[in-house]
């Protein structure tokens, strides 16, 4: 890869990377769609297997992802995406794509068991949750541990960087795995402002996550669709 690479680009692409992540969607939204239904079943079924699933389910998000990638440059030139082709995870680069979904997976283990070193107990509040416990009983159980979950947040946040673009730069250019979440992480810190901005576009698109069973089948889509316009952006040849 050229020595320039990442690019630095202007802090208003990251709002153009969600209309035009939205621009891509709607040229072919039933796949794109129904992929994404497809995934959600699948890594929802994983969760459910006892031990090994939810570990599993993080391994598997980067093939995952390179499948939205392959589709998203399908449609990028001109050609409709067929599902087969949201399988290209796992029929390319798989064991790369692997090697950074364990890493990552890796990385939240490791936070989690600091945490709770430090008296963060993540089992005990998901076990509220799924008990709909009181929101007072869910606020007391983090009281005074603010400073705590903000570290926690900024070790998770440079870890979701490094595998942001991963799975694109692994399908599009080879790269290996850590050589990959190298470059997405240097991506993210050079071009923070951007990617600011594009959190702050995705709000909105957020807000159809509250639409039963459909609206998760277009925020993931999108969301990807934006992270294939940063790679676009920020590594793609020009040529």
Not at 74 to 98: C, H, K, S, V, Y
């Amino acid at each position: 890869m050229h020595d320039e690479l990442p690019r630095r680009v202007s802090a208003r692409a990251g709002f153009e990377w969600v209309t035009g992540a939205f621009r891509l969607f709607f040229k072919n939204p039933l796949v794109l769609a129904v992929a994404a239904g497809i995934s959600m079943g699948a890594l929802l079924i994983l969760q459910f297997i006892p031990v090994v699933g939810p570990g599993l389910s993080e391994i598997l998000t980067p093939l995952i992802v390179a499948g939205f990638m392959r589709a998203f440059r399908t449609i990028d030139e001109g050609d409709d995406p067929e599902l087969p082709q949201l399988l290209a995870g796992f029929r390319e680069n798989a064991l790369p794509l692997a090697i950074v979904g364990s890493i990552y997976l890796a990385i939240l283990i490791a936070i989690l068991f600091l945490m709770k070193q430090l008296g963060v107990d993540y089992e005990a509040l998901l076990n509220n949750l799924q008990h709909r416990a009181r929101p007072e009983d869910i606020a007391a159980q983090f009281e005074g541990k603010l400073p705590l979950l903000l570290l926690a947040s900024a070790l998770v946040i440079p870890a979701i960087a490094a595998t942001w673009y991963a799975p694109a730069l692994i399908l599009f250019g080879n790269a290996q795995p850590l050589q990959a979440m190298g470059l997405s992480l240097k991506a993210c810190l050079r071009n923070w402002a951007a990617l600011l901005i594009n959190g702050f576009g995705m709000i909105p698109v957020l807000l159809l996550a509250l639409i039963p069973l459909f609206g998760m089948m277009i925020v993931i889509p999108v969301m990807l669709g934006t992270a294939y316009l940063g790679y676009q952006a920020m590594f793609a040849s020009k040529n």
